[in-house]
T-cell receptor, first 114, second 115 residues
């Protein structure tokens, strides 16, 4: 069975700083997708970034980037120039290719301080 | 930008009552999902639905739960006899059918409170 582990329950950083959220996962699959979802206080789940396991290049979306280490089964999220609006719960998630369900980690609550 | 919508945003019900949570997926999407998030815990998969039938369900999705696509736009989750432990946030999601695009778009959720 696949599992996703986020070892940092909560983090706080000053506005404009860079922060890295950790995630590890366990799978025997070779092809899969990894995601970071953001859940702000409004509770809506928003996809931040996606990585296909068969791509070696790390995904980037504006201030958000990932460090995907397939051999180590690690998938960290880096937020550059953090903003107050980045305050949210961040979930790391995994999905087997051609599967239906997303498997979520327990989340990291990120506070961006003014 | 198209989005998934859910109604109601908050539902309060008494234990033993039936509830129906409603979702309107993105119009050209063909795969539909329900997830649950008990307060303070991680989001858990409940069920996926395609071509008018369940394609996968989790252990949580027992006989008390059912899903339906009653018309061309709505996708519903019914809980027949609610229990206190059914109190949670329920998220609907949908995705396109194309093989290269498996992104699931989530709705804002329905908070279910069972008293």
């Amino acid at each position: 069975a696949q599992t996703v582990t986020q070892s940092q329950p909560e983090m706080s950083v000053q506005e404009a700083e860079t922060v890295t959220l950790s995630c590890t996962y366990d799978t025997s699959e070779s092809n899969y997708y990894l995601f970071w979802y953001k859940q702000p206080p409004s509770r809506q789940m928003i996809l931040v970034i996606r990585q296909e396991a068969y791509k070696q290049q790390n995904a980037t979306e504006n201030r958000f980037s990932v460090n995907f280490q397939k051999a180590a089964k690690s998938f960290s999220l880096k937020i550059s120039d953090s903003q107050l609006g980045d305050t949210a719960m961040y979930f790391c998630a995994f999905m087997k290719m051609r599967d239906d369900k997303i498997i979520f980690g327990k989340g990291t609550r990120l506070h961006i301080l003014p | 930008e198209p989005e998934v919508t859910q109604t109601p945003s908050h539902q309060v019900t008494q234990m033993g009552q039936e509830v129906i949570l409603r979702c309107v997926p993105i119009s050209n999407h063909l795969y539909f999902y329900w997830y649950r998030q008990i307060l303070g815990q991680k989001v858990e998969f409940l069920v996926s639905f395609y071509n008018n039938e369940i394609s996968e369900k989790s252990e949580i999705f027992d006989d008390q739960f059912s899903v339906e696509r009653p018309d061309g736009s709505n996708f519903t989750l019914k809980i027949r006899s609610t229990k206190l432990e059914d109190s949670a946030m329920y998220f609907c999601a949908s995705s396109e059918v194309q093989a290269l695009s498996y992104e699931q778009y989530f709705g804002p959720g329905t908070r279910l409170t069972v008293t």
